[in-house]
């Protein structure tokens, strides 16, 4: 089972690119784009387009709630607004870091909560930007040389992959968009995605 997770986020990345590209492809059919896929072109449109999610979500909650949290029901010690922004932010730069095989270039935090000092909207957005600019470096160096090459695990004993850490970054963003999509929701704001 653990082997066919990574497979299937593979391959939902891959089909997101695939879709993301059809859609620019029938903007204009009298000009034709070339077509080069790549393992760095489809990773980095896969981070280009959860930024793309990102950012808006996070820029469309008032600053006076990324505090918030769910409290009714069994939500008690869950992250607020802010804190999944800032561990989102440093799982990037962790899984990015591993990638490139060097230390994080910012604080991850204690438990990957990010750095306590990090706190206004302001911050948490340019640490958030900060946490994809370098993911997008990490990605872009990937290609099928290194791609499944053992690179040291970032949680602990034995070795991953960069194509591993790749889809991990992906699917993690995923998973708490999710989440902070619901906390929008539960403030009465339409998530920008939503929004077309």
Known sequence: MKRIRPL???LLVLMTVSFTVAQDNDKDERKP????ISVPKVLTASITRIQHLYVPLASV??????????????????RTFGEQLK??????????SAILGEKPPE???????GP????????ILKYL????AYVQKATGSINEKNLIAPIKNPFGEGTATRLA??????????DHYGQMVEYLRMNQIVPPASQR
């Open 8 to 10: 299937f986020i593979v």
């Open 33 to 36: 784009l070339p077509l080069e």
């Open 87 to 96: 561990h989102v932010a440093a799982a990037n730069f962790l899984y990015g």
């Open 165 to 174: 850490m790749a889809t991990l970054i992906v699917g993690h963003c995923f």
């Open 107 to 113: 604080d991850i935090g204690e438990n990957g909560a």
């Open 129 to 132: 930007n900060s946490s994809f």
């Open 61 to 78: 909650m008032p600053e006076d709630k990324y505090g918030f949290a769910p409290s009714n029901g069994e939500f008690k010690g869950v």
């Open 116 to 123: 306590a000092s990090v706190k206004t909207k302001a911050d």
